[in-house]
C-alpha cells in the first residue's frame, strides 16, 4: 500500500515539472551544416567526425547516373514541455487534444550524399515545427 501511494505522489509530482529535451544528434544545426558541409570536398570521415554515426544509410542504385553513392541521415528532435504548470488534468488535457504533453517539437533531418569516393555530393536540410513558436 506504501510503495502504491508513493508512486501515484511521484506520478503526480511530475506533472509540475518543465522537461525539455533533444534526441538524436544534438549538435546537427542549419548553420553547422552549411558552413562544414564543402560539396565536392568533405568526406565521409569528416562527417562522422563532426555528426556522429548517422542514424541511416541507404546505398544508391549503380543503374542511376549521377545519382549519390550513398546517402546518410541524420535527425535530431527537440520537446519543450509548457512553461505553464498545468498537473496531471492539464497534461492529459493536451495529449487527449493534441497527442503530445509538449508545447512543442520541433525535428529537423539532414541528408548528405556521397560519390562512390566517399566525397559529399550534396545535402538536404529541412526542419518542421509543431506547436507554440517563440
Known amino acids: 500500500m506504501k510503495i502504491t501511494i508513493l508512486l501515484c505522489l511521484l506520478f503526480l509530482s511530475s506533472g ?3 522537461v525539455s529535451t533533444t534526441t538524436g544528434t544534438p549538435k546537427l544545426s542549419r548553420s553547422l551544416v552549411d558552413s562544414r ?3 565536392g570536398e568533405t568526406t565521409k570521415a ?3 567526425a563532426l555528426l556522429g554515426e548517422p542514424q541511416s544509410t541507404v546505398s544508391g542504385d549503380a543503374n542511376i547516373s549521377g545519382g549519390p553513392a550513398e546517402t546518410w541521415t541524420y535527425t535530431k528532435t527537440f520537446y519543450r514541455a509548457p512553461k505553464k ?7 492529459v488535457g493536451r ?3 493534441t497527442g503530445s504533453t509538449y508545447d512543442r517539437v520541433e525535428e529537423s533531418v539532414l541528408k548528405v550524399m556521397f ?3 566517399g566525397i559529399v555530393t ?3 536540410f529541412s526542419t518542421s515545427v509543431a506547436g507554440v513558436r517563440d
Open 16 to 18: 509540475c515539472a518543465d
Open 37 to 39: 558541409l564543402i560539396k
Open 46 to 48: 569528416k562527417v562522422r
Open 85 to 91: 504548470k498545468e498537473g496531471v488534468l492539464g497534461r
Open 95 to 97: 495529449y487527449v487534444a
Open 115 to 117: 560519390d562512390d569516393q
Open 122 to 124: 550534396g545535402h538536404t
